[in-house]
């Protein structure tokens, strides 16, 4: 996303999620690297890391001192918000019945205070979609990614090519 709007000339280095990562930050192996606000806020309160910016369009709670991306890059706001999410899936042929039983249960967990609680204080947010409205998110979510690629130069085949709207 970076790259779509601006320059940021650096070696892509992949690990296997935000623990090793760190690991390789504190180890003085790499400089740094998008972290999701759970992995990264204990770390930053401790001084153990310093947060450059959140990815978002304005300062967060979580972390009031460390500025949102927007500041730097005012052009990054048409790509926000932006940021990992986590699904719950069924595979395509199970039953509607079955398939109501566990979004009706799925719904009520996320529900629960402690959980809302717990996302709350790791920066996260529950959507708690289905049917049309997922579907909706996810497209959206599949453009603003396929199309920032694209205009970073990184995508290896156009989006508009497998039929991937523009945002």
Do not use: C
């Not at 690991?23 to 192996?29: C, K």
């Amino acid at each position: 996303m970076i790259n779509a709007v601006d320059e940021l000339d650096v070696r892509n280095v992949t690990f296997g999620g935000d623990g090793p990562g760190i690991t390789a930050m504190l180890g003085g192996h790499i400089d740094f690297m998008p972290l999701s606000l759970a992995a990264a806020q204990e770390h930053i309160a401790s001084g153990r890391l310093k947060g450059l910016a959140v990815l978002t369009k304005e300062p967060i709670e979580q972390l009031p001192d460390v500025p949102p991306i927007t500041q730097a890059l005012p052009e990054i706001e048409s790509y926000l918000p932006w940021g990992p999410f986590w699904a719950v899936a069924v595979r395509k042929e199970t039953p509607d019945d079955i398939v109501t039983t566990l979004a009706d249960a799925y719904e009520q967990g996320v529900a629960n205070e402690q959980f809302q609680q717990f996302l709350t204080k790791n920066g996260g947010q529950s959507l708690n979609l289905r049917g049309e409205e997922a579907k909706q998110f996810l497209s959206h979510w599949q453009s603003v990614t396929a199309w920032a690629l694209e205009r970073a130069g990184s995508a290896k085949v156009s989006p508009e090519e497998v039929g991937i709207p523009k945002p």
